[in-house]
């Protein structure tokens, strides 16, 4: 059975943490929510003051934050959680940042003896609960087969992009594409219904259709098309339109970097920037409200 500190306990690291303690793993949890602490608790996860508490006696870490300044923040620096891990030690950091963040990271675990992983995660908080994730992993194969079978109770699909850094690349890409498709569904969708139709049909259709895509088959931005979907419940829970926008500055950031031409990427950062100012704190699918035309 393998210690694990787990540190982020969010929509995400919550339900990630409970598979895992399903799985007969002891945990020592840490988040600043108290409420996501109190549910740590109530699945069986022993609750620690801090994250320096949580790693002690840890053989593995595994953190889910928020941004690339959270995972430095943590990890690194004079009183960086790195220097309270014990040598040897497995980190995996499955938080969606900035590639040379992951990079700096991993450099900093190596020369104390670590071994550091960027594992990124897709499949939202469904996926999270379900133990169906992607993992998109960079960093050393060895270090990737010792952190696999932890993997593998969170997730369905387990991917090896390459160095460290490079599940963060994949990660940011991927997001993009997420959400120039969900534009795409939520003005398609609203186009239709202005039309007279009814979204839970032409849903159907274009699932069906040239126009399928995830956004409308997994994850449908319309209210009661899909039960389970943040439409369905007001957008709250899921992936947040503010983390959305997040992960489209860090793909602004590496076109940038390498001189790559995200014309669509630039357009959907500068819609959800529009969102964020009204809606930031809902589910990245309410964007379809920019669309709607509900008189």
Known sequence: MTTI???????????????LLKAGHGITAYD???????AAGEAGATPATSAGEAVT??????????????????YLGADGLLQSIARGSLVIDCSTIAPASSRKVAAAAAELGLEFIDAPVSGGT??????????????????L???????????????HAGAAGAGQAAKIANNMLLAIHMIGTSEALSLGAANGLDPKVLSEIMR????????????????GVMEAAPASRDYSGGFGSALMLKDLGLAAEAAMATGSAIPLGELARNLYTLHCAESGGLDFSSIVGMFRHDD
């Open 32 to 38: 600043l929510s108290d409420a996501a602490m109190t």
């Open 208 to 223: 069906n259709s040239s126009g399928g895509n995830w956004s409308l088959e997994k994850y449908n931005p319309w209210p």
């Open 57 to 74: 006696g840890a053989d593995t870490v595994i953190s889910m934050l928020p941004a690339s300044q959270h995972v430095e923040s943590l």
């Open 145 to 159: 087969e010792r952190a696999r079978p932890l993997l593998e109770i969170m997730g369905q699909n387990i991917f």
């Open 126 to 143: 469904a996926g999270a609960t379900a133990g169906t994730l992607t993992f998109i992993v960079g960093g050393e194969a060895g270090a």
């Open 5 to 19: 500190a787990f540190i982020g306990l969010g929509n995400m690291g919550g339900p990630m943490a409970v598979n």
